[in-house]
């Protein structure tokens, strides 16, 4: 059964900082894997998503990586900004049913000016 | 207008009581997702489905029951509410050609009494 750890559970960093946060998976098996920001009252919004085949993915200040033979992926958030502030979910795919998306708990973010 | 919109949005019940929440999107997908969130334990996927005739349970099934009444509209129900379903309650949608993306809707935050 595929298991999905976030870590840390919550960073609070002054802005202008790079950060970086890690997600683990248990079973390498995966379709994909996506990082999504949730912010409060609101849904979640897709950030990243990375193929099984690719190594990374961009868009503008993001970048995640992923190493499936350690079962990790990170999320690089460059320049920090408040307006970053969230809290950011990775999920897996399952590579027999893509549709199952296995969830993460969270990384709750706080950039402070 | 958003694409994924969810009534209510809050809802406080009884314990017993029969609950819906329902969804609606406006993005033409065929697919359609139920999930939970609780704190500390990320997002759970209780049904799918691939299109009005076609559904699945998830991981947490128990206590819920769906209808997909058109290919733009999937409800939930608690038949008899009890406190631990008590969450937050997030549908989503997805594209079966470009299936590796799910959208989600703001959420209906439910507290069982």
Request: include cysteine; aromatic fraction near 10%.
């Amino acid at each position: 059964k595929q298991e999905v750890t976030q870590i840390p559970a919550a960073l609070s960093v002054p802005e202008g900082e790079n950060l970086v946060l890690n997600c683990s998976f248990t079973d390498s098996a995966i379709y994909n894997l996506q990082w999504f920001r949730q912010d409060p009252g609101k849904g979640l919004t897709s950030l990243l998503l990375i193929q099984s085949s690719q190594r990374e993915q961009t868009s503008g200040r993001l970048n995640a990586s992923l190493d499936k033979s350690s079962g990790r992926s990170t999320l690089y958030i460059a320049a920090s900004q408040p307006g970053d502030s969230a809290t950011y979910l990775c999920a897996a795919s399952g590579f027999y049913n893509t549709d199952k998306l296995i969830f993460g708990t969270g990384t709750r973010l706080q950039v402070f000016p | 207008d958003a694409d994924v919109t969810q009534t209510p949005r809050n809802r406080i019940t009884k314990t017993g009581k029969r609950i819906m929440l329902e969804c609606s999107q406006t993005k033409g997908h065929d697919r359609m997702y139920w999930y939970r969130q609780d704190p500390g334990l990320g997002l759970r996927l209780i049904y799918y489905s691939f299109d009005v005739k076609d559904i699945n349970k998830g991981e947490i099934s128990d206590g819920y029951s769906v209808s997909r009444q058109a290919q733009a509209k999937f409800s939930l129900s608690l038949e008899s509410a009890i406190p631990n379903q008590t969450a937050l309650y997030f549908c989503a949608t997805s594209d079966f050609n470009l299936r590796d993306t799910q959208y989600f809707g703001p959420g209906t935050r439910l507290t069982v009494l």
